[in-house]
């Protein structure tokens, strides 16, 4: 990555590979700033990732790289947040590396406020996810605009837990010819062919903590709702924390807090409110604020009850 090459990257969640990718890439970014003795191109590093929370973890671990003297050459993009903010920040400090969801990128480039077109280096983690289909205009988009006046062309770095080759042939356009990494479970890095041909054996061998297991029910759209309360019911569960992306099954989902039983109306009270923390509220449009994310979390970890997160 520190050479400038086009690198798919691709190790299981938890491995790291986050610091992986940020470490050579904010060192190759730092270094050019300091051999561009006009500094007429302030924006180095775009990271592209499919949601607000991930943005913010990789926001804060580039700050602890570059130290908290030097903060404000980063800078966060991500939906949700107040854009008029963004806007002003980006303006007035210039930022070296920006970290946002596409939506919010992809608004700040036709607005102009990201000015992208010399921009060198564009990660995209979690590449999978942001091949979705409410996220491809706005990917495109930023493709076209970061590096298009970078001479030599941009480079192009895409990390995921699941890279295969269909997602690679998705992105190919984007990120062409990339050099292929895949980090074992034993911490060894295959290369090339080798990353290619060990791609499956390694998922398979990624070491999981004993107490948990993996469970899959095969159903059909219509019965979603149905499948999950029955498996609660057949394990018995005492606390379980629904993640759900679809939108039109939200309002079916928040009925799951009635299957455990309650004390009293105050019992079930409180478990409403933690789900309308998650999901906003039946009616409700507004993004989530990360603070109360956490504190429903941090709720749910201390009670007993069936949470429904959208």
């Known amino acids: 990555m520190r050479d400038g090459n086009n690198v798919a990257l691709q190790s299981h969640t938890g491995s790291g590979k986050t610091l ?58 991500i939906g949700g947040a107040n854009a008029m903010r963004q806007r ?30 010399n921009t060198s280096i564009l990660v995209l983690d979690e590449a999978d996810d942001l091949l979705s289909d409410t996220k491809q205009d706005d990917l495109r988009r930023i493709a076209e605009h970061c590096g298009k006046r970078v001479e030599g062309g941009r480079q192009t770095v895409i990390v995921s837990a699941t890279l295969t080759d269909d997602v690679l042939r998705r992105l190919a356009s984007i990120c062409p010819e990339p050099v292929r990494l895949l980090v074992t479970r034993t911490g060894e890095v295959a290369v090339g062919d080798a990353a290619r041909a060990g791609e499956v054996s390694s998922l398979k061998e990624i070491d999981m903590p004993e107490n948990v297991a993996h469970v899959f029910v095969r159903t059909t759209r219509r019965m979603r709702v149905d499948a999950i309360r029955r498996a609660i019911f057949a394990v018995d569960a005492q606390q379980a924390l629904v993640s759900a992306s679809w939108n039109s099954q939200t309002e079916r989902l928040t009925g799951l807090c009635e299957l455990n039983s309650c004390e009293d109306s105050a019992r079930i009270a409180h478990k409403a409110e933690l789900r309308s923390c998650f999901t906003g509220g039946p009616s409700s449009r507004r993004p989530l604020r990360l603070e109360r994310k956490r504190n429903a979390l941090a709720c749910f970890r201390a009670s007993a009850f069936v949470s429904a997160v959208n």
């Open 20 to 77: 992986a990718f940020l470490l050579p890439l904010v060192t190759r970014a730092i270094a050019q700033d300091r051999e561009d003795e006009t500094h007429s191109q302030p924006l180095r590093l775009l990271v592209v990732v499919p949601s607000r929370e991930l943005a913010m973890q990789i926001v804060r671990q580039t700050e602890d790289l570059v130290g908290f003297e030097r903060r404000s050459i980063v800078q966060q993009a």
């Open 88 to 117: 002003e920040s980006i303006r007035r400090n210039r930022p070296m590396i920006v970290v946002g969801t596409p939506g919010r990128v992809a608004e700040l480039s036709r607005e102009g406020v990201l000015k992208t077109h």
